[in-house]
């Protein structure tokens, strides 16, 4: 007899088969039995280890006992971001600053803060206590573990050569980018700072936040084609005006990137006659220099100048159906005016109004109520109210709700006294769901709605620098150091966003945020057998995660492409 393993539905399994000849004298085998599945603590073994007792000696050792765990470290997320940033050629950064004399490796301080951004955004010390948990690819290794000191000096490397670093950041997203017909939108964002200190040249001032409130804040301006991806980026002081970053960041853009045409679209804050004028100038002045480059824009107008168009809007406004959405336009200083109504928005716009001043008149209400009984000989508990201070009262509350442009309030009367400015009501209600827009374009009116809604996009860009990436609030002190960290939060934000393009193009919705903690699940570990040996592998990488890989253009590592941990 004999045993004999055979395979089923992926399994395997030991049999006792013996030998024999049958009636013709010819030799055959049959199954006597099947003794069990061969895993490890399966029957087979059960069946052993009850032979061993039965003949009075100790069952053998599982090989798995005395198995110790030695390390675990994160992998998939960081392979990930490696493998984008190798294709993306970003190691050509570093030609920036090839001839500073430093010690530090400033590329490889450079990987590992813009990686963490990505992977568990941390303060500069909390990158070293990152990089403990995590397992870099053999190629991208530290030859010696950094310490606090090199990535400071490494973010000072940086800003010192900003400008060279801009200019071959532009070259490697160059082949990203359209060159004959590029949609580029602007928009810029608050930051918060840390810290009372004054220093020359600081970017860390107080202004008003994009929060509403008064904050020591830089301001961030940003760019970024129409497919998401940022191309350009500037840090300004926290009470710089916004209107006057727009030429030149066009300027900036226009040098580094061989555009033929940009159409500029930004928000509200960005429109004057000033810039208009400037656009134009420059316009004029790359046709001088022999350059073919068509510089188009379109512009919001902020809702405070809405009052110079009012005529032409309850012409246009006549002329159209309000329960439909539509978009019209009108010539303006040489230019195009783009009106837009979305009825949907009017109607909430005008319900909430019409809540809001239906509040104020029933509290308007209560107090000359409650005055005129006063007058005549009513007696309440408490004080008496007096007309002024039921008017100051009724004043506050009709500023708390926005509401003093519609209800005016007698502030010099002697009595207490309100009324509906009937006229400015309409106004606004004319003006309920109209988004106009300032254009040089030639395309349809609907386009040009359309293309300036796709601004939108851009808030999620600072959405996931504010949260994703944590861009702050910021505890640097030095100037040069909020500049070189808004740089690396940058370049964080171009790995997320051509993420973001390659999911996107193979139909997977989502954020980058949420498919990098599908791969972080992928660990690095490290063991060690009882005799004393170790090994180092990865955890099994499911084929969801695979898929995950082939979706984002990146290639699914192995044991050997990850260094073993010292222990």
């Known amino acids: 007899m004999f045993i004999k393993i055979t395979q089923s539905g992926g399994r395997r399994y030991a049999q006792l088969v013996e030998s024999f000849r049958n009636d013709a004298g010819q030799p055959r085998q049959r199954t006597v039995c099947t003794l069990g599945r061969l895993d490890v603590g399966g029957d087979v073994d059960k069946l052993i280890a009850g032979l061993q007792r039965a003949q009075g000696r100790a069952p053998a050792a599982s090989s798995l006992q005395g198995l110790r765990f030695l390390a675990s470290r994160q992998a998939g997320d960081v392979w990930a971001l490696a493998q984008l940033w190798k294709q993306l050629e970003l190691d050509e950064l570093a030609g920036a600053w090839r001839r500073s004399k430093t010690e530090v490796d400033v590329l490889g301080c450079l990987r590992a803060m813009v990686w963490n951004r990505l992977s568990d955004a941390q303060s500069k010390l909390g990158v070293l206590r990152w990089l403990d948990t995590v397992a870099l690819p053999v190629e991208f290794a530290f030859s010696q573990a950094p310490q606090h000191q090199h990535l400071l000096r490494a973010m000072d490397v940086i800003d010192e050569h900003a400008g060279a670093l801009g200019e071959r950041l532009s070259m490697l997203l160059r082949p990203l980018v359209d060159q004959d017909l590029s949609v580029v939108f602007y928009d810029l964002t608050t930051v918060s700072v840390a810290g009372e200190s ?46 006057r970053t727009l030429l030149p960041m066009i300027r900036a853009l226009l040098a580094r990137y061989p555009l033929k045409r940009v159409v500029l679209i930004a928000d509200r804050g960005l429109l004057s006659l000033d810039n208009l004028k400037e656009l134009g100038a420059l316009q004029d002045a790359l046709r001088t220099e022999g350059r073919d480059v068509e510089v188009q824009y379109i512009l919001a107008v902020p809702a405070a100048r809405y009052g110079e168009f009012a005529d032409d809007l309850r012409t246009l406004a006549a002329t159209q159906d309000s329960t439909k959405p539509w978009a019209a336009q009108l010539p303006w200083k040489q230019q195009r005016l783009v009106v837009a109504h979305d009825p949907e928005g009017a109607a909430r716009r005008r319900q909430q109004r019409e809540e809001q001043l239906a509040e104020l008149i029933a509290l308007g209400q209560q107090w000359s109520g409650t005055l005129d009984a006063q007058d005549a000989g009513e007696r309440r508990r408490g004080r008496p109210l007096s007309d002024s201070g039921a008017t100051a009262r009724f004043y506050h509350a009709v500023k708390e709700a926005n509401m003093a442009h519609v209800v005016k309030v007698d502030l010099q009367g002697k009595l207490f006294s309100f009324q509906i400015d009937e006229a400015r009501k309409q106004y606004l209600q004319l003006l309920d769901g109209k988004l106009l827009l300032v254009t040089n374009t030639d395309a349809p009116a609907d386009e040009v709605v359309q293309r300036y809604k796709s601004l939108a996009d851009i808030e999620r860009g600072f959405r996931v620098l504010k949260s994703d990436i944590a861009i702050g609030p910021v505890y640097h002190r030095l100037p040069r150091r909020i500049r070189a960290h808004a740089l690396i939060c940058f370049i964080a934000l171009i790995l997320h966003r051509v993420m973001r393009m390659r999911l996107r193009a193979a139909g997977r919705e989502g954020s980058p945020t949420r498919w990098l903690e599908q791969l972080r699940a992928i660990h690095q570990q490290t063991v060690q057998s009882a005799d004393g040996e170790t090994a180092t592998g990865l955890t099994e990488i499911t084929p969801a995660q695979k898929a995950l890989f082939a979706d984002l253009s990146l290639p699914t590592p192995i044991p050997a492409d990850l260094p073993a941990p010292v222990l």
């Open 198 to 243: 004054e220093l020359p040249g600081d970017v860390r001032v107080h202004g008003m936040g994009k929060s509403g409130k008064v904050e020591r804040q830089f301001m961030l301006s940003l760019v970024q084609t129409a497919d998401g991806l940022p191309i350009a980026h500037e840090v300004h002081p926290g009470n710089t005006a916004e209107a």
